[in-house]
């Protein structure tokens, strides 16, 4: 079975507001199964000990880490190499997301006439 959406959020030094942005992704209710990939590209400010403390499985997501080279063009690519999903979405880490930001853009992939 495919994975429908792989959300990559690239971060550096942003440890605060990586919480933030991964805790309003953790409440979303959706029946998709999706992942989410973190790249931590070279953060010194707590980051890694942060991303090491949050369990593997996310509600419906699957959360993978890893880390990025120097610049977020590398860091997304970085991403984007390892994801899965059938649609990638790209957020920043001081991003809250919606609460229907998973299901608004399976939906829009499902029905064009929507985006």
Not at 7 to 14: A, D, K, P
Not at 42 to 54: C, E, H, P, R
């Amino acid at each position: 079975m495919s994975i429908p959406l792989s959300v990559v959020i690239c971060t550096r030094n942003r440890v605060d507001s990586l919480r933030r942005c991964v805790q309003a992704l953790v409440l979303i209710n959706t029946d998709y199964k999706w992942e989410l990939i973190i790249v931590n590209n070279g953060s010194d400010d707590g980051t890694s000990a942060y991303l090491a403390s949050l369990p593997r499985q996310l509600g419906n997501a699957h959360l993978i880490t890893t880390f990025g080279q120097s610049g977020v063009g590398a860091a997304r690519n970085n991403g984007l190499s390892i994801a899965s999903g059938d649609i990638i979405a790209f957020s920043d880490d001081d991003c809250n997301v919606s609460e229907n930001y998973i299901d608004s853009i399976i939906s829009a992939f499902d029905n064009p006439e929507l985006a």
